[in-house]
């Protein structure tokens, strides 16, 4: 069994990071739009205070002889309207979309517009105000305290859920552990049933009660493989050769001929000479052993499995068609531990890991049956 702490705390990290990461962003999104609602309010009464200013110092300008210099600030720059919207005066750089009277904000423009008394100040009749503002360092905090929350929570979630895993981790090992002892200690006996099977065969001859050793042993020896299999899965490299698909397919169906006699099937092989593939040897062993042993063990007694190899469109195909119970539900059957007939025993997983090979190695295939007819599967191996 294999179980990753890291990636199983990062993994949970991210997702409860997410999570809580939403939960608390929404009081801070609150909280900004609050805070740029204030700012705003803060721009508006600055504008408010300017154009006071200006208009006092306009209100005190008595002496038509003199001339007016009109209030400038670095920050704010105002202009003067007449009552057809013509400038009388102005130390603005553009065009005001609108004249009404009261706040108006446009991008990062914010100004004002007041209403004056006919009759006084230079002919005018309204007073605009503006300035440039950005809400930038309010963004900034937002944005400062938004990272410092996901990053906090990730640490936090990732500590937490790596210290959670921790008995996990020790009890999968201690798991794991036992497993491989286990899987050595079921070889030892596995291999002296076969070899003293052989020599007894060879000693006394055959008979039914020794084929029924043999069979139960090959039929536990696929479990052991499928289950040796999935412990090292992951863990060692696999590595791939030249193998001749013909010789390879031709003994695995001598070495289940055996456990067929048991319910008097026929293994009937169809093998096309010379098809050579690239690929693991293992790998190459759990296809054809899963698919041959399911194809015996849901066959009806005294029927016949066709074990097909040959060559099509450049494509190797190996198909095993037998006549038994067929499936029901396709599409499942290649689920761990799921099993539709759980009077035939095994545990699930042979298929499961016939999907993985597949996937990984990138090799094809169908499933074709109707309940009560059997199933056939066919595997298309791609010339690489």
Do not use: W
């Not at 809580?20 to 609050?34: K, M, N, W």
């Amino acid at each position: 069994m294999i179980f990753d702490p890291k990636k199983f705390a990062r993994k949970y990290a991210v997702i409860y990071t997410a999570v809580l990461a939403v939960l608390l962003i929404v009081p801070l999104i609150t909280y900004v739009f609050l805070l740029l609602q204030i700012d705003e309010a803060k721009v508006k009464l600055s504008l408010e205070s300017q154009a006071k200013k200006i208009i006092i110092s306009m209100q005190r300008y008595k002496n038509s002889d003199k001339i007016y210099h009109f209030p400038r600030y670095k920050e704010y720059k105002a202009a003067l309207y007449n009552d057809r919207y013509q400038m009388v005066f102005s130390t603005l750089d553009f065009e005001p979309s609108s004249f009404t009277e009261g706040f108006h904000h446009v991008g990062n423009r914010y100004y004002t517009i007041y209403l004056l008394p006919q009759g006084h100040y230079f002919g005018a009749s309204m007073l605009l105000v503006e300035t440039m503002h950005t809400a930038s360092s309010i963004y900034l905090f937002a944005f400062s305290v938004m990272i410092a929350i996901v990053v906090a929570l990730f640490i936090f979630s990732l500590l937490l859920l790596r210290n959670f895993s921790a008995p996990f981790e020790k009890l999968n090992q201690q798991l794991d552990d036992f497993i491989k002892d286990s899987m050595h200690e079921i070889n030892t006996p596995l291999s002296i049933i076969n070899l003293n099977a052989d020599l007894f065969a060879n000693k006394y001859g055959e008979n039914k009660y020794l084929h029924r050793i043999k069979s139960a042993s090959k039929t536990l020896a696929t479990i052991y493989n499928d289950m040796d299999y999935l412990i090292k899965q992951g863990r060692i490299e696999h590595k791939k050769e030249r193998i001749d698909m013909g010789v390879f397919i031709g003994k695995r169906a001598d070495y289940f001929q055996e456990v067929a006699n048991l319910k008097n099937i026929t293994l009937d092989t169809h093998i096309e000479e010379g098809l050579a593939y690239h690929c693991s040897k293992t790998k190459l062993q759990r296809i054809v052993d899963n698919t041959i042993s399911n194809a015996i063990k849901y066959s009806h007694d005294n029927t016949q499995v066709d074990i097909t190899l040959k060559m099509k469109h450049e494509y190797i195909i190996f198909e095993v068609k037998d006549q038994g119970v067929g499936i029901e539900n396709v599409d499942k059957i290649f689920s761990r531990y799921y099993r539709e007939n759980e009077a035939k025993g095994g545990f699930g997983i042979g298929l499961n890991i016939v999907k993985q090979i597949i996937e990984e190695e990138g090799i094809g295939l169908q499933v074709t049956s109707t309940p009560g007819n059997g199933a056939t599967f066919t595997y298309t191996f791609f010339k690489r």
